[in-house]
C-alpha cells in the first residue's frame, strides 16, 4: 500500500481521482487547497489490483495445510535441531511465516502481538526472497505458501 499526492487544478480533480481509481485499488481522496490557493492538492492511499489467483484468500492459501499444532511441532524441531551456524532455509522461513499469519488470523486474546510477529515474519521472508514485490507481506506469505503447497 503507498500513498498519491497529485497537485492539479480544481476543474481537473475528478478526472485525476477516476484515473487513479482506474489504475488502482483506491481508498477515499482527501482534498485540500494548494499552498497557492491556486490549485488543490488531492491524496489518496493506492495498492495495486490484485489478481485473484495471484493473491489467495488465507482459506485457500492454507486449505491444505498441517494444523496449526503441527507447524507449530515443525518449526520448533526444525530450528533445534539445525546446527548453529548452518542457518534455516527458505521452507522454514516461509512456513513459519504462514504459521503466524495463520494463527493472526484466529487469534483473540491478544490479537495485536501475533499480528505484528506475523509481519516481522512476512518481511524476512520478503527480504530473504530479495524480491520485487509492492504488496501486503502477509498477503506475499499467503501467494508463496500457496505457490509452495501446489508444488511440494
Known amino acids: 500500500m503507498f500513498e498519491i499526492r497529485a497537485i492539479c487544478d480544481p476543474g481537473d480533480a475528478d478526472r485525476v481521482t477516476a484515473a487513479l481509481s ?44 498441517p494444523s496449526i499444532g503441527d507447524e507449530i511441532a515443525w518449526t520448533t524441531a526444525t530450528s533445534a535441531h539445525t546446527p548453529i551456524g548452518q542457518g534455516l532455509d527458505r521452507e522454514y522461513f516461509l512456513r513459519k511465516a504462514a504459521l503466524l499469519d495463520r494463527m493472526a488470523l484466529t487469534e483473540s486474546d491478544h490479537p495485536d502481538d501475533v499480528a505484528v510477529a506475523a509481519l516481522d515474519a512476512a518481511r524476512i521472508l520478503m527480504t530473504l526472497d530479495d524480491t520485487a514485490a509492492i504488496c501486503d507481506p502477509r498477503a506475499y506469505v499467503r501467494q508463496q505458501y500457496a505457490h509452495w503447497a501446489q508444488h511440494h
Open 22 to 65: 482506474a489504475a488502482f485499488t483506491t481508498g477515499s481522496v482527501r482534498r485540500h487547497p494548494s499552498r497557492d490557493g491556486m490549485r488543490v492538492r488531492l491524496y489518496v492511499t493506492a495498492d495495486h489490483r490484485r489478481d485473484a489467483a495471484a493473491w489467495p484468500a488465507p482459506d485457500d492459501a492454507y486449505s491444505d495445510a
